[in-house]
């Protein structure tokens, strides 16, 4: 994206990432890695379903999650799961 100069080797962050259309856009368009963050479980999946079929589960992963339990470990390692977020629900 020319605004935000993405060149193809960044690194990108979807918090909110529903069924990943601008996600798989940038990794399509631009090559970078992306990851999707969103708290429903089906968009997750549908997401990481539409990611395989049109080719681009190498460049982009998503997982389910609340926005406020982000953490660098979270997003790091892909077997961990988010944390609950049961305590900010109310």
Known sequence: MR???IAGAERALAVGSGIGGPSRYLAKTHGCHVIGFDI???FVAVASMLAERT???DKVRY???HAL???ASTLLDPT???PSYEPYVQ
């Open 3 to 5: 605004l935000a100069e």
């Open 40 to 42: 429903t479980v089906e």
């Open 55 to 57: 080719g681009l589960a």
């Open 63 to 65: 997982q389910q999650g």
């Open 69 to 71: 339990t982000l953490n």
């Open 80 to 82: 961990r799961p988010a």
